[in-house]
């Protein structure tokens, strides 16, 4: 098992930044990957960004070049900073992690991007 904990959510204006974190219960050196997902009300959930065990990441193309998902292996926490954000970037994000056959989520968190 593996629990996930969620933070850093927010209201931002357009334009503005936020970082979120999330923090897993056991080394991340375990987990095969952890991402960040989004959902927005009537919309279904997707990836925004995910990194492998060895450091390899992925973007959508929504968020290319604007968001930026590292790890901290000493600490168990990935992070999403997220830069110019958008009033589309409106969602509750949830961070995600896989371990061989199992996928794990936290409780998500919502990030709010005013125009």
């Known amino acids: 098992q593996v629990q996930l904990v969620e933070s850093g959510g927010g209201l931002v204006q357009a334009g503005g930044s936020l970082r979120l974190s999330c923090a897993a219960s056991?080394?991340?050196?375990?987990?095969?990957?952890m991402g960040w997902h989004r959902q927005a009300p009537g919309k279904q959930r997707e990836l925004v960004a995910r990194?492998?065990?060895?450091?390899?990441?992925y973007y959508a193309d929504s968020v290319q070049g604007r968001f930026t998902i590292s790890r901290d292996n000493a600490k168990n926490t990935v992070y999403l900073q997220m830069n110019s954000l958008k009033p589309e970037d409106t969602a509750v994000y949830y961070c995600?992690?896989?371990?061989?056959?199992?996928?794990?989520w936290g409780q998500g968190t919502q990030v709010t991007v005013s125009s």
């Open positions: 990194i492998t065990s060895d450091g390899s990441t």
């Open positions: 995600a992690a896989t371990r061989g056959g199992s996928s794990y």
């Open positions: 056991r080394s991340i050196f375990s987990l095969n990957r």
